[in-house]
Structure formats: C-alpha cells, structure tokens
C-alpha cells in the first residue's frame, strides 16, 4: 500500500508506491530483496535534502527501536537502529551510561544521525558517527552484514556516513562513557570580543559555541563543562518525547515575529536584538542527555557547512557582513560549532579538524537567496556540506572536497549494482 510522506519542514514530499513496516530482521530482508527500488527508511524526516523522498517503497522502521545490549565493563551499547536521541539517553542512563555528546536536537533517530554525520560542538569531539563500534547491515539482496573494524571493515570505514545507499542498518553499537553531568553557561560578547577571545573559549570549554543573529550587535554564547554539582533526577523517556514537541510562549512569539518579518523587514535589528538578549538562560547543572537538546518547535529549513577550523571565524564573519550588506531577510541566527576530525569516508571532518556554520530559514520563506550568498561563500572556505542540510554540490565538486569519495562510489557500486537504494537525488551524485 502507497502513502503520502513529506520531511519535518514539509520542504521535502514524495508519494512512494509502497510503505513497507517489517516487524523483524527476517521480515526486512525479504522487504529491501522483493521490493521496487528506490528503496528509501526515512528515519524521523529530520534532513532537508531530499535524501528519503522515493515514489518506490518506504521503510517504515518503528520496530527496530529500543536498547538490545549493554556493557558497562566495555563501555559499548548496541541500539536498535530507529531508537529515537530523546530515548536513547534515559535508556543508556538506567544502565549508567551516556553518548559522549549529542547535537542540539534529539528528534533524529540513531541511524539517520549516523547516516548524516550529524555533530554536537566540542574540538576534541568528533560526531556521532565518530563513535560507532559496529553496525548491522541488510543489502539490497536481503543478506545481512555484521561490519566492525576487524569484520568487513572495509564497509565498517565508509558506511559509519553512508546516507542509507550502502543498505538499511538494524542496529548500531556505540562507544558510551559512564554518565556525567554537565554545567551550561550563557552570556552574551560583542563580536569584536568575541573573535578576540575565540580560541581560548574553544580549547577551555568541553563544549563551546554561539549564536549570532547577523543583524544584532552581540552574540549568544554557550559552554557546557563537566560538573559535580548535583542535578535533578532524570527525566523519563515520555518526558524528553513531550518537551520537545512542546510549543510554549517564547516559540510562539519567535514563530509570530517570523511570520512578519519578510513583509517588515524594518522589524529585522530590533528582532535580533530582542532574540539575541531572550536566548541566555542561568547557569544549572543536569545529566548530559537532557542539558544537550534544545526544544526547537519552530521549523525551518537548513544549509550547514564544515570549514577548516582555522579559518571558521573569517567565513562566519564575511557571510555576517554578506546579509547585512545585501539586506537578507531571515530570523534565525547563524550557528558555530567545533566538531574534531575523524576518517571516515563521506565525513565532512574526514581527517580536518572543523569549524560547522549553521544557517536557518523560517519555513514559510523562501531559502534561495539567504542559501545561495552563504554556500558562495563556503566554496571559498574549502566548505563541505553536511548531508542532511540544504546544499547544491555537484558530484564533481564533492569528488574534489572529499579525498575518499571515489573510494565510497566504487563500495557503493559492489555493494548495490542495480541502485536499489539510489533515488533521483542521491544518483545524481553517488552513481
């Protein structure tokens, strides 16, 4: 039976012929070898490209969710692959575990953050992905791979990012850390201090980044250190589902201001300076898993790209100078973040230590000419995009941004010869 399927924003829709919803391994495999490609599992719909859209078959995965193994000793967890983040956390705690760090959203499943690279902040911290031990992987011809560093490692290294064209994963093993407690701090600095101090702020802070709405004249920052003060006890799972689907006042303003804003974009310093001075909270401490993600109940769409650290704070800085200079209406601030390099394949922070620079839309508006003045500027910082964000780099350009690029189209090509797994989108750049 076909359906109708649309992302989180709505930017992205298709209507698959098929909608497919094994209730095992078995089940799945005979699903991914009996069905019409595209073959597509859209995880929570949390990417903005159109990565999931298939008119094919649709893999709905809500029964591979949950936690299937822990090892405290090892320091090692195996997840079900459609484990939501706002699940994860409860779950890893009970068992006295955490993730090493997490990204400022947990509405993702484990898999499509994965599959993506999606990344929290910190330099000395690489993303998600980064931290993957082993995965399960069900082929186009329904076998089924256990792939580790020492089995089937070759897959091991490239499919740690893979966007769902290697296979459908079933459940991912992640390297935890015992659980800990964190310590926010919010405060506010002029960009001329805070450039000033930039360096420092990221190597003295675990986690380190800021918010700079372009027409404002300071920008939010935010640290998270380890602590041992006392935190609240921890939130249920049902509690972390609810607060972050919660819409409150403040969101309901943000979203108001930003209905407006494209028709007064007299409104737009006074906005951002008004969300600029809202956004600090106090200091507190609480247990990792739920001082890491933040509500974000407004949508939007997103273009983000990784840029060689070094060179972070000149790019942050020209595409600030770019929207004040050419007037670009938007009523998001741009996001800056420190993400540790890594070797996997298709990783944006394939052996480079990054700066990542976020830039957000309200969804009712259209991308195009805020998206397009930042990504010409990314082109000239050596910028690769993230894979879950808006971006338009051909195959080509890509080939060129990652050096193990080709390596990944040639495992892709043995591993899927027929492109069950390519959608319009993903061939024309990965066949």
């Keep these: 039976m076909g359906g109708k399927w649309s992302n989180w924003s709505g930017g992205v829709s298709c209507k698959p012929r098929q909608i497919l919803s094994p209730q095992n391994e078995i089940e799945l495999a005979a699903s991914i070898r009996n069905a019409e490609g595209p073959v597509r599992a859209p995880g929570s719909g949390h990417s903005f490209t159109p ?8 893999v709905v995965l809500n029964a591979f969710r949950g936690l299937k193994a822990t090892s405290r000793e090892q320091g090692l967890a195996t997840i079900f692959a459609a484990t939501p983040l706002w699940a994860i956390g409860p779950a890893l705690h009970a068992h006295g575990l955490a993730l ?97 101090r930039l360096d420092d702020l990221v190597s003295t802070n675990r986690h380190f980044e800021f ?21 609240p006890a921890p ?25 407006i804003l494209p ?7 006074p906005a951002h300076g008004l969300f600029s001075r809202l956004m600090p909270n106090a200091a507190s ?14 949508r939007f769409n997103e273009m983000e790209y990784a840029v060689p650290l070094a060179r972070g704070a000149d790019c942050i800085r020209e595409i600030v100078a ?12 741009l996001e800056f973040r420190t993400v540790a390099e890594d070797d996997i394949w298709l990783s944006p922070f394939y052996r480079r230590e990054s700066a990542t620079i976020a830039v957000h839309q309200y969804y009712k508006v259209d991308t195009s000419r805020l998206f397009d003045a930042c990504e010409a500027i990314f082109r000239r910082y ?4 993230h894979w879950g964000k808006r971006h338009t780099r051909s195959r080509e350009e890509l080939t060129a941004l990652y050096p193990a690029f080709e390596r990944f189209r040639s495992l892709r090509r043995e591993l899927d010869p027929g492109g069950k797994f390519l959608n319009p989108y993903l061939r024309s750049i990965f066949e």
């Design 51 to 58: 990565l999931c859209a298939s008119d094919g078959a649709m």
């Design 211 to 231: 918010f700079w709405f372009p027409h404002a004249d300071v920008a939010v920052c935010k640290t998270l250190n380890e602590t041992d003060k006392p935190a």
């Design 285 to 298: 401490a609480r247990w990792s898993h739920e001082i890491f993600p933040t509500a974000r109940p407004v």
């Design 100 to 196: 090493r760090n997490m990204g400022d959203i947990d509405r993702q499943t484990l898999a499509g953050v994965v599959a993506t690279g999606t990344h929290g902040t910190g330099q000395t911290l690489g993303s998600l992905s980064s931290d993957v031990a082993g995965f399960r992987l069900i082929l186009a011809s329904g076998d089924v791979l256990n792939c580790t560093p020492s089995e089937n490692a070759e897959i091991f290294l490239g499919g740690r990012v893979a966007v769902g064209i290697l296979g459908v994963m079933t459940e991912i093993s992640m390297a935890l850390r015992p659980r800990y407690r964190l310590i926010e701090d919010n405060f506010l600095l002029a960009p001329e201090e805070l450039f000033r």
């Design 263 to 269: 028709t007064l974009p007299v409104l737009l310093k």
């Design 322 to 333: 770019e929207i004040r200079h050419r007037k670009i209406n938007t009523g998001f601030p």
């Design 382 to 385: 050596e910028g690769r995009p």
């Design 235 to 259: 939130r249920s799972a049902e509690f972390m589902r609810r607060r972050g689907e919660r819409v409150g006042g403040e969101a309901r303003v943000f979203a108001g201001i930003n209905e």
